[in-house]
């Protein structure tokens, strides 16, 4: 990517944010120094999208703090090649990151507004191997399936039984689960019909609404 002026912010958060918490995966790293942030925020905001902090990002819907995105990449692990599926759209922010790492990245979203300032933004990093989808991620993608990896970026009361379905042997989900206000991050890795899980610390998100979310 091109520099801008907002590079030395960046910078600074990948280095302050995210690196002094204990990411170290160096392709996770490069991938938040490689995205443009503050064209996934809203006019005015520009500098803000830098601060440790989610934000607004209209509709009642948040783009997530810098250090969770980070988080959940490197939960999620993607590899070159592989495609992922995200559920919950939002800015587009968090799959311009998976992006920078994966082969292919599917993002659904329930709101057409939302999905629709999603793709200007992913237009506007030139960010060319996401593809926005509105509809109910809950259900899954059956059509791409099965994903490598599965990101759910809204707090799911559990995970949902497609999208379990709908990933690969071997694949990695990443997941919110938990109550409205309070939620667990949980990885599930499949290994055939098995599915084992572990917990990666509480986590606050909104909420995941749909057929088999809230
Ligand atoms: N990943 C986003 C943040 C997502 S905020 C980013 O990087 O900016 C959570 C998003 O999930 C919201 O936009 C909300 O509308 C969406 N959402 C909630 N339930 C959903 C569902 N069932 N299917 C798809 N999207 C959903």
């Known amino acids: 990517m ?26 996770v790293l490069d991938a938040m120094r490689r995205v443009p942030r503050h064209l996934f925020v809203p006019a005015g905001y520009e500098r803000a999208a830098y601060e440790d902090t989610p934000l607004p990002i209209g509709q009642g819907q948040t783009i997530s703090q810098p250090y969770i995105v980070a988080l959940m990449t490197a939960l999620l692990a993607p ?43 992913l237009a506007r990093a030139d960010v060319r191997n996401v593809e926005v ?50 939620q667990e991050l949980v990885r599930v890795v499949r290994h055939g019909d098995r599915f084992r899980q572990e917990s990666a610390g509480p986590v606050r998100f909104v909420p995941l609404l749909g057929e088999h979310g809230w």
């Open 79 to 121: 590899g070159p090649g592989d495609r992922i599926l995200e559920i919950g759209a939002g800015s587009g922010y968090q799959a311009a990151v998976l992006a920078q790492l994966a082969g292919e990245v599917v993002t659904v979203e329930r709101l057409p507004e939302v999905a629709a300032a999603a793709r200007q933004n």
């Open 133 to 182: 989808l509105v509809g109910d991620g809950t259900q899954g993608r059956p059509e791409s399936a099965p994903y490598a990896g599965i990101i759910i970026t809204a707090a799911a009361p559990q995970v949902p039984d497609p999208l379990l379905t709908q990933l690969a042997d071997g694949g990695r989900l990443v997941a919110p689960v938990g109550g409205r206000d309070i």
């Open 2 to 27: 091109e520099r801008d002026p907002y590079e030395q912010m960046r910078m600074a958060m990948v280095e302050y944010q995210i690196a002094a918490r204990g990411i170290h995966d160096p392709r």
